[in-house]
């Protein structure tokens, strides 16, 4: 089991401020885990109303209520930014539900990784596995998953693990969401097969705020070679450039893919300046 790790001074737990002392990784994993992670930059929660509604849709789905007004959320988040002098980084805030009927409500900064700008300059290498998640619309924690992912991603020294359904069709990575290239258009799964990335939104919006066309339709892992290029997108990484899956090669400076990384970076800034509580 993958337990949790809390950085800095302070978590919220409930609707209390806890010393990180005190944090519990083991109680964090019982039941049902409904969760988001957002990133922080200049103590700024980057697209944070687009992680809210998610959240709560993610628990209305799943057929669960809570007495947690969306106000009331946000005095915790930002309680937590501001007790713990967060400039930079990522904060995971989580619903678990238990079989006695019993929630907790926890939230505070997790470890991140950001791709360096090597990274982004060379593309990344990300293998397949034939994984499926039972509800991809959900962003509920699957333990199952993550440990089998993160055997693969240990094992091979890759980035990241792009799935594969038994329809042999790509759905989405197992920390994000998947994008290819030909030409000036962008090719990205259907979203009732992935769970619907925040970041993955704001792609396609700057993508047709620069004159590109996306469409969202069904990519079989065989059809890959057909592709010039290929991009994750994630709250940490952003967007990611490809530059091998499996054994095929795509091009990880693709000029269609520099066009997308600067438009949302330009997003990104625009939703910093915009931010209030």
Not at 175 to 183: A, P, T
Request: glycine letters at 4%; one cysteine or more.
């Amino acid at each position: 089991m993958n337990l949790e790790t809390c950085l800095l001074t302070h978590f919220i737990r409930n609707n209390n401020i806890v010393s990180s002392c005190d944090f519990i990784p083991e109680q964090l994993s019982k039941g049902v885990v409904i969760y988001e992670v957002v990133r922080v930059i200049n103590t700024v929660p980057i697209f944070y109303n687009e992680h809210v509604e998610r959240f709560y849709n993610s628990i209305k789905n799943y057929g669960f209520e809570i007495d947690l007004s969306k106000k009331s959320l946000t005095i915790r988040i930002k309680a937590l930014i501001q007790t713990n002098k967060l400039v930079d980084g990522n904060i995971k805030f989580q619903f678990s539900f238990k079989k006695d009927n019993q929630e907790l409500f926890s939230a505070w900064v997790c470890p991140f990784f950001y791709p360096n700008n090597d990274l982004y300059n060379t593309g990344i290498s990300i293998e397949t596995s034939h994984a499926e998640r039972n509800n991809p619309n959900i962003k509920v924690v699957n333990s199952k998953l993550a440990e089998k992912v993160n055997a693969i991603i240990s094992k091979n020294n890759i980035y990241e693990v792009l799935l594969v359904n038994k329809n042999g069709f790509i759905t989405e990575g197992s920390q994000s969401n998947i994008f290819f290239v030909k030409d000036n258009t962008i090719y990205t799964p259907e979203a009732s097969s992935v769970l619907p990335g925040v970041t993955r939104q704001y792609v396609i919006k700057a993508s047709q705020n620069i004159g590109l066309t996306c469409h969202e339709t069904k990519i079989h892992l065989n059809s890959i070679s057909e592709f010039q290029g290929a991009f994750i997108t994630g709250t940490s990484p952003k967007v990611l450039p490809i530059a091998i899956i499996n054994d095929k090669h795509f091009d990880p400076q693709h000029s269609t893919i520099t066009k997308i990384m600067t438009e949302y970076d330009r997003i990104v800034v625009k939703d910093i300046e915009l931010f209030s509580w």
